[in-house]
Structure formats: C-alpha cells, structure tokens
C-alpha cells in the first residue's frame, strides 16, 4: 500500500516556479506590486482608504522593516477606530505587503470592518527561515507599543486615528500560523498601553507528519497541493526539522499557552486542504476553554477571499463582527 505520507512525485523546479525562484537562486517579481496611496488617486474612482509605508527602525534593534498603514478614506469625525496588525501569506518564502492582491485586501479590510491597518513586511525564507518572520512580527508589535507610549517620533495616522486599547492580530494563511506565533509570543510581554483583544486567523497554515484527510482529500490542488505545502515547509523550517517542529505543528508542544489570549477567531472553508488542521485547532481552544468564534464555510479555495468578492465580503462582515464583539454564527 503507498505511504499516505508521500506526495506525488514533482519537481524542485515546479515548486520554484511557483514561489517566483529561478534555477540559480535568484528571485524574480512574479506577482503584481503597488504602491501606498496616502492620497486621493485620480485613477482610482472608487478608492476606499488611504496607505503608505512607515519603517519602523527601533533603536539597538539590527532589524529593518517597514509596515503598510491603511485608515479608511471616510473616517469618523473623533472616534478612534481598532488597530488590526496584519501579517500576509505566501508559504513564509514568497509574496510582500505591496502585492497588489494583499494591497487590495487590507484597503478593503479598512474600510469594511472600520479598522486602522498594519500590514507588516517580514523577511523570507530560504534566505531567513523560521522564526525570522517571526522576530520581524515581534519587532513590528514593540514599534506599535512604542507609538502607543507616545515615541520621540509619533506617526500622525496611528495617534490621530488608532485605539491602542483595541488591537487585534491577524494574519492570512502563513500569515495566520505569524498571527498564532507572535500573539503567543507577545503574550509573554508587558506591552501597556497597547492591549490585544484577540487574534484572527483566516485559513492558518499548519501541518505535521502525519496526514490530514483534507489534504489527501485535495492531494493535487490548484491553489494549495501537497507538495507545493511540504516545499513551504521543507524551505522556511529550520535545517533538518520536519514538520512535527513547533513552528508547524501547534499541537506538539505546549497549546494550552493559548489561554494568554482573551478571544480567537478561525475562519477557513472546506475546499481548502488545511480545513482538517483548522478543525483540529478549533476542537482543541475549546478543549482549554479558550474563548472562540469560527467559521467552516462549504465550498472555497485556499486564498479565497483574495480572489472572490462575495467571499471576501462575508469574511469582512465576520471579522467586523467579531472585532466589534457582535457574534458570528458558527458553521
């Protein structure tokens, strides 16, 4: 009988095509990027926020990033909106903040769910493995905190427009197994006056050794196969770890750190091969008796909510929901 735990057989070339890697280890632009828009643009008619880009340099830190701040473009006349710290996906090797996809999804993001963005930029494997986006998530998170202190150099957008005392996590994805890491890692900090009030994740990239029926079930998917996963982890995990290391796998060591945090929402859907491993996380937060709200929609795709308006517009109204502390029929 074949080994459930082998893929079928692909290539290390197919899986660079994909991530935007060529045969000599280079990178190449394969997607799309834009630029902020800290201003009304002529050539977007029906431009719903505002972004542009803020390094966020801390003194004695050697890390060197720089975060995508969106603030819906009709704000509300002296009401402080929540800040939503975002961390976007791409299996931790591909992608940026200023792809246009992810670009468009937080000005959505402001603008459905009345929020003060941060999409964080992080380094990449295989250049820097976990948990180097990891440290650049952390490192962004201390920045807000210093702003919330009131830093010897404040940005206007976040004093004028961020309630520090409503701060929530998110992260899509790879950019959801960031969320997962750094909140925990977060909750370990004295991080007043900035409060985190709940983390979202939006179909959160885990795995292990061992075999999910979903992603047998979808072994060859267009959007997320098997084998494009195990190259996410054999690329981002560090040297000679499989997927049973903690950065993977949630379940292995230590979840009941969970209870640190107030609320989590999941959301994943049931065409996505990562749906069993979101089902699991759920069952276990429950079994901890953590407060959590989920969503399991039928039908959807790895990265739906990118790519399908209706889609996106529900996970908005859930999310806002959610932030808000309204509840969200669970599935």
Not at 8 to 31: A, C, Q
Not at 232 to 251: G, I, K, V
Not at 252 to 276: A, C, H, M, T
Request: hydrophobic content about 40%; some cysteine; charged content about 20%.
């Amino acid at each position: 009988m074949a080994d459930q735990n082998k893929t079928p057989s692909h290539t290390w070339k197919e899986v660079f095509d994909v991530i935007g890697i060529n045969l000599t280890l280079t990178r190449e632009i394969r997607y799309p990027m834009v630029n902020a828009t800290p201003f009304w643009d002529p050539n977007q008619p029906n431009q719903v926020a505002f972004s542009k880009d803020v390094h966020i340099n801390l003194p004695g830190s050697k890390i060197k990033s720089f975060i995508r701040l969106y603030i819906p473009v009709d704000l509300p006349w002296k009401t402080k909106l929540p800040l939503i710290i975002y961390f976007h996906g791409g299996g931790f090797v591909s992608l940026s903040v200023a792809n246009v996809e992810f670009h468009d999804h937080c000005n959505n993001l402001a603008a459905k769910v009345r929020s003060v963005v941060a999409s964080v930029e992080y380094r990449l494997a295989p250049e820097h493995p976990l948990p180097a986006a990891y440290e650049d998530a952390l490192h962004a998170i201390h920045w807000i905190k210093s702003q919330a202190l009131y830093s010897l150099h404040p940005d206007p957008w976040l004093h004028q427009f961020a309630d520090f005392s409503r701060v929530f996590i998110m992260g899509e994805s790879s950019g959801g197994n960031i969320a997962y890491h750094v909140a925990l890692r977060a909750s370990e900090l004295d991080l007043e006056p900035m409060k985190i009030q709940g983390v979202l994740l939006d179909q959160p990239f885990f795995g292990g050794v061992e075999r999910t029926s979903s992603e047998l079930r979808l072994i060859e998917d267009p959007y997320l196969p098997l084998y494009m996963s195990d190259a996410y982890w054999s690329l981002a995990l560090p040297f000679q770890a499989n997927r049973d290391h903690e950065f993977c796998n949630p379940f292995i060591y230590g979840f009941d750190r969970v209870r640190r945090l107030p609320r989590w929402f999941v959301k994943d859907d049931e065409g996505d091969p990562l749906i069993d491993r979101s089902k699991e996380f759920v069952r276990m937060l429950e079994l901890n008796k953590v407060p959590v709200v989920y969503r399991f929609n039928q039908g959807g795709y790895h990265g739906v909510e990118l790519e399908n308006n209706t889609a996106a517009l529900a996970f908005f109204h859930d999310v806002k929901n959610f932030i808000y502390n309204t509840r969200v029929a669970e599935d």
